[in-house]
């Protein structure tokens, strides 16, 4: 069971709202409680995940999959998941794995979102560094936030008509943020989502409040927050510029005017934040693998 946090009360109250109320969330996968069940012993077993992902022959691909891509740079192609595991490594695994899930759950076909898992697990990768780099940090949370942190958009998307043509404007619009346009088309938007998927899949109370927050910079000095809900919503941003940089992006809006905001409150440097780019370089290029 997921434990109690305030979150739960912001969502409680969010999902009566008859716009929300219409919403389908899709249940939690199956193999996503198997695989949550696995993380939560104390030690993680290969042979568990081993078996969860032989269960599924796409699931197996994929990590078999990323062992063969130029990031690790074998001599002979694994043909096994218990090689690729060996690979990979455990918690790596249990990161792929988490990604494939989700993609598959929540897949929607429509061209605003061609790029869009890429870009999640890629911003999930960021994540991770970034809370590999702060000490302060589960960089495991900062995977799960990343991964999940927009996935309200295909929810949206496949729920509610006219939401892609929203988004297009959202990106244009310079006058009010990307959830301000949303809400006032649809009295919702993808932060809201995010929050309830991640909830509804069992996610911790603090990156639901992320996942909710994630465009709300003045939450970085609201104590009403804890510290780790408003580290991730810093990093969050500095993973989204790494992101936008490797996919010769433009810098967003949100960046221009918070960004600096973001890196001194995480006491990120600029040379720290170049340093990352070459860093992730491979990492990032082999989520198209």
Known sequence: MTSAHPIDQHIR?????????AIVIPPC???LLRLQAIMAEPELDSVALDQLASSDVAMAAALIRLA???????AQPVQTVGMALTVLGLQPSVELLSAFITRNALMVRSPLLEHFWESSQRRAIACEHIGHQLYSLDPGLGYSFGLF???GMPVLVKAVRGYAGTVTE????????FTQTENASHRTDHAVMGAIVARTWHLPG???QAIWLHHDFAGLGDERFNPTVRHLVALGLLAEY????????TPTRE????GEACMQYLDVSEDELNHWIDELHPAFEAVGF
Do not use: F, I, M
Not at 13 to 21: D, G, K
Not at 68 to 74: A, E
Not at 170 to 177: E, G, I, S
């Open 29 to 31: 996968p199956e193999s």
């Open 13 to 21: 109250q969010a999902r009566v709202h008859p716009s929300v109320r």
């Open 68 to 74: 063969n891509s130029p990031l690790y740079g074998l």
């Open 149 to 151: 942190c927009h996935v």
């Open 255 to 258: 960046w221009l005017e918070h």
């Open 242 to 249: 790494l992101v936008n940089h490797h996919d010769n992006l």
């Open 206 to 208: 603090d990156v639901a």
């Open 170 to 177: 959202a990106l244009a619009r310079k006058d009010r943020t």
